[in-house]
């Protein structure tokens, strides 16, 4: 087999963890446990501004740990910005695959569109695919053979022209 079937095969392979993980990273990207800079300044400062009943908001950078806290601020800001690009780079990434694969999936022929989606998107067993599409063990072999070889000549055409950057998973 190829080096590009034995990708082919990979993708279709990974596929439920690949989605799985897209939807992880999608979750984490809108909804970040992040504390707050408000909340990072106002707990380092809090012990140097402590008046009466309550905190004193109107504390200054100058104070050196309302300095800090600020500083603090600037690179929790940074760190942030840098993980969630990577987030997005990579949701990005997966998602294009995915939404390659899922389409070239659906190009097949029906029968072998079926195969490939009960077998590695629903990750259905053999027998439970055979039952599902009324067809013998040999059927089901023949069109997941099949289907691999018109995946594979699609991403080799598209490679060829230039067009996808496949990423590994």
């Given at each position: 087999?190829?080096?590009?079937?034995?990708?082919?095969?990979?993708?279709?392979?990974?596929?439920?963890?690949?989605k799985r993980r897209i939807e992880l990273i999608s979750f984490e990207l809108s909804s970040c446990p992040m504390i707050s800079e408000n909340e990072i300044i106002e707990s380092m400062a809090l012990s140097a501004h402590l008046e009466g009943q309550g905190y004193n908001h109107g504390g200054h950078p100058s104070d050196k740990t309302m300095a800090i806290a600020?500083?603090?601020?600037?690179?929790?800001?940074?760190?942030?910005?840098?993980?969630?690009?990577?987030m997005r780079q990579e949701l990005r990434a997966l998602k294009s695959d995915l939404d390659r694969l899922e389409h070239y999936v659906s190009i097949l022929k029906k029968r072998e569109g079926d195969v490939i989606r009960l077998l590695y998107f629903e990750q259905k067993t053999w027998f439970e695919a055979e039952e599902e599409l009324r067809v013998s063990k040999q059927t089901l072999s023949r069109c997941?053979?099949?289907?691999?070889?018109?995946?594979?000549?699609?991403?080799?055409?598209?490679?060829?022209?230039?067009?996808a950057d496949s990423v590994d998973h």
């Amino acid at each position: 087999m190829s080096d590009l079937a034995d990708r082919v095969i990979e993708w279709l392979k990974t596929y439920p963890s690949t989605k799985r993980r897209i939807e992880l990273i999608s979750f984490e990207l809108s909804s970040c446990p992040m504390i707050s800079e408000n909340e990072i300044i106002e707990s380092m400062a809090l012990s140097a501004h402590l008046e009466g009943q309550g905190y004193n908001h109107g504390g200054h950078p100058s104070d050196k740990t309302m300095a800090i806290a600020l500083h603090y601020k600037g690179k929790m800001w940074s760190i942030e910005d840098d993980m969630k690009r990577e987030m997005r780079q990579e949701l990005r990434a997966l998602k294009s695959d995915l939404d390659r694969l899922e389409h070239y999936v659906s190009i097949l022929k029906k029968r072998e569109g079926d195969v490939i989606r009960l077998l590695y998107f629903e990750q259905k067993t053999w027998f439970e695919a055979e039952e599902e599409l009324r067809v013998s063990k040999q059927t089901l072999s023949r069109c997941r053979k099949s289907a691999i070889r018109e995946l594979v000549s699609m991403f080799s055409m598209v490679e060829h022209i230039g067009v996808a950057d496949s990423v590994d998973h």
